[in-house]
């Protein structure tokens, strides 16, 4: 899948990911479940992952994430 941003897109989709990745993180402090701290962990890294590849795209001026 290829999806084509502006430079404004991909700052605000970064600036929503990182939202994410900070709520994310008190989930998982205050999970109890092994499990579904566990699921919380594997979405972080995701989300993660997704937030690095944004950044090094909003870099440049054409974005494809």
């Not at 994310?24 to 989300?47: F, G, K, N, T």
């Given at each position: ?52 590849r ?12």
């Amino acid at each position: 899948m290829l999806l084509e941003l502006s430079t404004l897109e991909a700052r605000e989709l970064k600036q929503s990911v990182e939202s994410s990745l900070r709520t994310l993180l008190e989930e998982i402090a205050h999970a109890d479940q092994r499990a579904y701290r566990d699921m919380l962990r594997e979405r972080y890294e995701r989300l993660d992952q997704l937030n690095r590849r944004i950044e090094v795209s909003v870099e440049g001026e054409s974005v494809y994430a």
